[in-house]
């Protein structure tokens, strides 16, 4: 269960940090010219999608520190990735089913420490 935190975690943070440069440089995500669902749902709160590449690049880093973190064993790595896996929900849809995968495994299958 391990690996499996690992990988999907490392995949998001990958993701997040590359589409956040991407955005920030581009003005516009990697793929297709709309983005996915996640944008409509950030969209409604009135913030520009296209301007918040800052925040994918954070959230980016925060996902690659978990997984140094995680796999290093330090003690306060399984509430980084709790932490992070909530913040992260609202990245519909493939996001999203990383988070709920990683929120779950660390919080009802892996023991604390």
């Not at 990988?7 to 996915?36: H, Q, R, T």
């Not at 950030?42 to 994918?56: A, Q």
């Amino acid at each position: 269960m391990r690996y499996l935190i690992i990988v999907l975690s490392l995949g998001n943070g990958l993701w997040m940090l590359a589409d956040g440069i991407y955005v920030s440089l581009n003005g516009k995500y990697i793929g297709p010219e709309k983005p996915g669902p996640w944008a409509w749902l950030i969209g409604l709160t009135g913030v520009d999608v296209f301007k918040i590449g800052p925040v994918f690049i954070a959230l980016g880093i925060a996902w690659l520190i978990f997984v140094s973190s995680f796999w290093l064993r330090a003690s306060w790595a399984r509430n980084l990735g709790l932490i992070l896996s909530i913040l992260t929900l609202w990245y519909l849809p493939v996001g999203s089913l990383i988070s709920i995968v990683v929120f779950i495994v660390l919080a009802f299958v892996l023991k604390a420490g």
